[in-house]
């Protein structure tokens, strides 16, 4: 949840890097002064900002920003970070006047916090303020107050901070020439943090707002306590322990003391406070050049990043914007080396890549004049060949969608059905399909391609596979879901997972950390889920009739992906994925106001005959 999961790979990073975060921590008090100051923004409202100034004044340096809700400490003008500055450390070495700043109405800042704070085109007083106005407001204060800087700012951040970072466009100071969303939160209730398509991401938004959401009477530099601690280690049995989503308002949880937690449940179609927070609309007239970073194993926000590099290229086709995608999970391209992810091996540093060749000569392009440039419209890194691959746009032209049916027998196929036919399977809340095999405490991040053995196992997930492969089919771009549905209940969620399976003589990989035996493994390449009472409209939400067929079509998150010869595509349909996602009831009301007794088993069918041809677009590369 929002950058929770960057959060611990940092910390992690400073037990393994020790050593060269403590040389970062020399460099800087070497190279750099240090001050905090507060900005005024345009309504009166004063923002907490450290700035870190070279030394050497013999040049002039550009701004790099970074706006956050979790905190630019160490605060203390004499106090420094033991990590480095900046997005990447060459950046640092290269000197930059680095800025962080809290958001308003979090840790040291005043004002009041909101969630994804709603944009506002047309700003009629000094009152009307967004992210939008308050970084404008702190552009032009640095600009006019910090001397030995050349008047260009770049603006940056992964996951939440990489929201602020797309806010800044909209509008943006006329300095502001380079900005870098990564991983940004985006749109939460269709495909980031909070809701995949209507379907409520339980565990990560339960773990990260016990912390996040926590109260302050003003300015602080620590919140204190979460609001509330618990203590498990199988996140599988202790939420369904927990019961009903409404258990979570209970005295030994949130306890209606979290503001946002309340706000979530509050608010279960895509209404109002959804939309309002939707920043993609807002991305119209953008001027600064951009740089869209995302990985493909993240968890939390890869719509985020596939999403906004959408809306731009919509909004704006003269724009300078190009889209990174690499093989990593939230915000790994920022680690020192990022070779290995679960099973995969890239044979390459692909952070060690983007950083030398993407991300430092976009900012020392644009905000230095320094070097050259030649970035395509989008970077894309393809699974299963482990190749970086150069396209004019995204999805690339010669990417053309194709049906693969799913069929009797199990089988998926190009060519479609004839006879009537459907499988179905029955879904019980008190006991949903696991998002992963395994006890575990927290989100597990190697769910996303982990082996789905374990699902093919159960009586509640229907399993398609395609034949062994003649030869390679490779996928770049969007997928979709069009399968024809029935079920005995008013409700249900539909998972569909793309998973990659492998030969029986596949090599193992070297070394192999899991010790896995990789013959027959399906490895899990893209999976997503609705809430199936979305399946017409996420603003206005509508009952299954029980016993009638029913077409459900969603949008997959992209992929980039190779499937070699030999191998075999398969596709999972299931209808819980817990505790990643919490339980639909199956029966239609207001899921956080559900009861234990509105729980109840359902009898889903999938058809897939001439009239009723279930399947998955996969955007297949002609090549």
């Known amino acids: 949840m929002k950058c929770l999961s960057f959060l611990f790979l940092l910390q992690a990073s400073l037990i393994l890097h020790g050593q060269t975060l403590n040389e970062d921590s020399v460099f800087i008090r070497t190279h750099y002064t240090k001050k905090e100051v507060y900005i005024a923004m345009r309504d009166g409202v004063k923002l907490f900002t450290t700035i870190y100034e070279p030394k050497d004044k013999s040049q002039k340096y550009p701004f790099l920003i970074q706006r956050t809700p979790y905190s630019c400490a160490p605060y203390g003008a004499t106090k420094f970070p033991n990590r480095r500055l900046g997005p990447n450390r060459q950046l640092m070495q290269e000197q930059y006047i680095f800025v962080y700043q809290d958001v308003r109405g979090r840790y040291m800042s005043y004002g009041t916090f909101q969630e994804m704070t709603p944009a506002i085109d047309k ?34 951040g992964i996951s939440y901070p990489g929201f602020y970072a797309t806010a800044s466009l909209p509008d943006a100071h006329p300095a502001i020439k380079a900005v870098s969303p990564q991983a940004p939160v985006t749109d939460e209730f269709i495909g980031d943090d909070a809701n995949h398509k209507g379907a409520f991401f339980l565990l990560d938004n339960f773990d990260f707002m016990k912390y996040f959401d926590a109260h302050r009477k003003g300015p602080v530099q620590d919140y204190g306590k979460s609001l509330f601690t618990t203590d498990y280690t199988d996140a599988y049995k202790f939420f369904l322990d927990m019961g009903p989503l409404n258990n979570s308002n209970g005295p030994l949880y949130f306890n209606n ?73 939230h915000g790994a391209w920022s680690r020192m080396e990022w070779t290995k992810f679960g099973t995969h091996d890239f044979v390459q540093n692909t952070s060690g890549f983007y950083r030398d060749e993407i991300e430092t ?44 049916y799913l069929k009797e027998n199990k089988k998926l196929s190009r060519s479609q059905a004839r006879s009537n036919g459907f499988d179905e399977y029955v879904s019980d809340p008190a006991n949903p399909v696991p998002y992963v095999d395994g006890t575990y405490r927290r989100r597990r991040n190697e769910y996303m391609v982990d082996d789905q053995r374990f699902a093919s196992e159960r009586p509640d997930v229907l399993t398609y596979q395609t034949d062994t492969l003649a030869f390679p089919i ?32 596949e090599p193992d990989p070297v070394p192999n950390p899991q010790n896995l035996h990789m013959a027959g493994y399906q490895r899990l390449v893209r999976a997503e889920v609705i809430r199936g009472k ?64 509105d729980f109840q088993k359902s009898t889903i069918r999938i058809y897939h005959d001439l009239e009723h041809s279930s399947k998955i677009f996969l955007p297949i590369l002609n090549q």
Do not use: C
């Open 123 to 156: 700003k009629v007083s000094k009152k009307d303020v967004d992210e939008s106005s308050d970084t404008y407001d702190t552009v032009d204060w640095l600009l006019k107050n910090i001397g030995n800087n050349n008047g260009r700012v770049g603006v940056y």
């Open 257 to 329: 003391q979290g503001k946002i937690w309340n706000e979530y449940l509050a608010h279960d179609t895509y209404d109002d406070y959804w939309q309002k927070r939707n920043v993609r609309p807002h991305l119209k007239n953008i001027k600064p050049a951009v740089l869209v970073v995302g990985g493909w194993f993240d968890a939390e926000d890869m719509f985020g990043a596939l999403r906004t590099y959408e809306s731009i290229e919509k909004q704006n086709p003269q724009n300078s914007s190009s889209l990174v995608m690499g093989p990593w999970t």
């Open 361 to 404: 000569k976009f900012f020392n392009y644009y905000l230095k004049s320094k070097g050259g440039l030649d970035l395509p419209e989008a970077y894309i890194f393809e699974t299963g060949s482990n190749e970086w691959k150069k396209y004019d746009t995204w999805p690339p032209p010669n990417s053309t969608p194709l049906p693969f």
């Open 474 to 505: 490779t996928i770049s771009g969007k997928i979709f879901a069009d399968i024809f549905v029935s079920t005995t209940g008013t409700d249900a969620d539909f998972v569909v997972k793309l998973i990659d399976v492998l030969p029986g003589d």
């Open 534 to 597: 979305f399946r017409n409209s996420f603003e206005k939400p509508a009952p299954f009739t029980p016993g009638r067929i029913e077409e459900v079509k969603f949008e997959l998150p992209d992929a980039a992906h190779t499937f070699k010869k030999g191998h075999r595509i398969m596709i999972q349909v299931q209808s819980s994925w817990f505790p990643l996602v919490d339980r639909n009831p199956q029966k239609y009301l207001n899921i956080p106001n559900a009861e234990s007794h």
